[in-house]
């Protein structure tokens, strides 16, 4: 059985590191919002190539690239972080019937496209440096344009309190791609009430 939280990590420092290099080697101006995201897909269907890759390995090769939405600016958003209780331990159900205890860091408040949502922030209980927060949602597309089971956003940590939400880099469990792996299933409270397309969608689906 995988753990999706180490496949998390894993692909986030693999992107990372791919941006940090080209940064790095370029003085050129930052790149249009749009390229950053194609930028950012095209490191992660790379990713889902490599031996690292939750795709049983035969068929690794052949993979096509993830499906996604069109790129929609109005699903980037800034989000202010209510810090919770500092031991409020909440465990979360996995794909694979196990229970993951998981700390809630606090509630992200913002506005999508003019109503007023909100998202719980979680961190693996045993975590103690946070440098990363972990925000798993169902939306309206669940079970027909996206995974039932959710998708998922990983923030770095700020000092401000202040984040970018940005529904654009939203993506699947890797549970969608192998059984073996087992991913927590976001809880109720992170129940969005609204359709959120944006992000990655099942291949299927016609918008």
Same mark, same amino acid.
């Given at each position: 059985m995988m *753990?999706?939280?180490?496949?998390?990590?894993? !692909?986030? =420092?693999? *992107?990372? @590191? =791919?941006?940090? =290099?080209?940064?790095?080697?370029?003085?050129? $101006?930052?790149?249009?919002?749009?390229?950053?995201i194609a930028s950012w897909r095209a490191e992660k269907d790379r990713f889902m190539r490599s031996p690292e890759s939750p795709v049983v390995e035969a068929?690794?090769?052949?993979?096509?690239?993830?499906?996604?939405? $069109?790129?929609?600016?109005?699903?980037? !958003?800034?989000a202010a972080l209510r810090p919770g209780k500092v031991e +409020?331990? /909440?465990?979360?159900?996995?794909?694979?019937?196990?229970?993951?205890?998981?700390?809630?860091?606090? @509630? /992200?408040?913002?506005?999508?496209?003019?109503?007023?949502?909100? /998202?719980?922030?979680?961190? +693996?209980?045993? +975590?103690?440096? /946070?440098?990363?927060l972990f925000v798993p949602f169902f939306d309206r597309t669940n079970g027909t344009e996206t995974y039932p089971g959710g998708r998922y956003l990983d923030l770095d940590r700020t000092a401000t309190g202040i984040y970018d939400l940005d529904f654009n880099r939203a993506y699947h469990p890797f549970c969608l791609f192998n059984a073996t792996y +087992?991913?927590?299933v976001p809880p109720r409270e992170n129940r969005l009430p609204v359709p959120v397309r944006a992000g990655e969608?099942?291949?299927q689906a016609t918008q």
């Open positions: *753990i999706c939280r180490s496949a998390r990590i894993v !692909v986030a =420092v693999a *992107i990372a @590191a =791919v941006v940090s =290099v080209a940064a790095a080697c370029s003085s050129a $101006p930052e790149l249009p919002y749009a390229e950053q068929q690794r090769a052949t993979f096509a690239e993830l499906p996604y939405f $069109p790129t929609n600016e109005e699903y980037r !958003v800034p +409020d331990i /909440l465990e979360m159900p996995t794909s694979t019937g196990q229970r993951r205890h998981m700390r809630r860091i606090g @509630a /992200l408040e913002f506005t999508l496209k003019g109503e007023s949502l909100k /998202l719980t922030a979680f961190a +693996d209980a045993s +975590d103690t440096e /946070l440098r990363r +087992d991913c927590p969608k099942l291949a």
